[in-house]
């Protein structure tokens, strides 16, 4: 059993086109961190969210921690081709990290 | 850039052969990680380190052993290889336990594509 779900699994939009991705569990979590991995790369940590309802933004990237602290949202505004990747989530269970299998983005030009 | 290196970077191997996979970081950071990631997976934990000599099972760690014999290094070690094992192997580093709470982030080398015929 998954953990943390995260939909779509894949997701390919034009330039200029808004997206939003979903991490969801059922699980309460102290934080949420969101990856994004390119090709032959390692994940690199985006940002983290600790509080419910809290939201952060990164350029045209917008992160939403949800109120019951169970489930993130990822919105992207205009889309570039530098943002297609594999996001991922990851969440405190147990003393570690869990992972979800991520949402795979490609952008068109 | 954290100072991660993962090596070797790509091995083909044979089954039923010994396979090490070396960490090496240059962050002095206390918890090291080793992940394996797979398609329709996503990425799980093998086993993990919370200092030199202190080691602990992640959720896939049957056929592999781990040891940390200095600060800097995290071997990953395959005793008996097995198709099964065929995946991307990355190592990751943190100051603290991003699984316990903090905001920590854990910071990934670039992987080890590792086939096993």
């Known amino acids: 059993t998954q953990l943390l779900e995260q939909s779509p699994q894949f997701l390919s939009i034009q330039e200029g086109e808004n997206l939003t991705v979903y991490c969801n569990s059922s699980?309460?979590?102290?934080?949420l961190q969101w990856y994004r991995q390119e090709p032959g790369e390692g994940p690199v940590l985006l940002v983290t969210?600790?509080?419910?309802?809290e939201v952060k933004k990164l350029k045209r990237l917008t992160f939403q921690f949800g109120d019951a602290r169970k489930d993130s949202s990822l919105h992207i505004t205009a889309a570039q081709p530098g943002d297609t990747g594999l996001y991922l989530c990851?969440?405190?269970?147990?003393?570690?990290?869990?992972f979800g299998k991520g949402n795979q983005v490609v952008v068109i030009p | 850039d954290a100072g991660i290196t993962q090596s070797p970077r790509h091995k083909v191997t044979e089954t039923g052969t010994p396979v090490t996979l070396r960490c090496h970081q240059t962050?002095?950071?206390?918890?090291m990680y080793w992940y394996r990631q797979d398609p329709g997976h996503g990425l799980r934990l093998i086993h993990y380190s919370y200092g030199v000599k202190d080691t602990d099972k992640g959720e896939v760690s049957d056929g592999y052993s781990v040891s940390r014999s200095k600060t800097e290094d995290f071997l990953l070690t395959l005793e008996s290889a097995t198709s099964s094992q065929t995946s991307v192997y990355f190592c990751?580093?943190?100051?603290?336990?991003?699984?316990?709470?903090?905001?920590?982030?854990?910071?990934f080398g670039d992987g080890t594509r590792l086939s096993i015929l």
């Open positions: 962050e002095n950071h206390r918890y």
């Open positions: 990851a969440g405190d269970v147990n003393n570690r990290l869990a």
């Open positions: 990751a580093i943190s100051e603290s336990n991003p699984g316990a709470g903090g905001n920590q982030p854990q910071h």
């Open positions: 699980s309460v979590f102290s934080s």
């Open positions: 969210v600790v509080t419910g309802g």
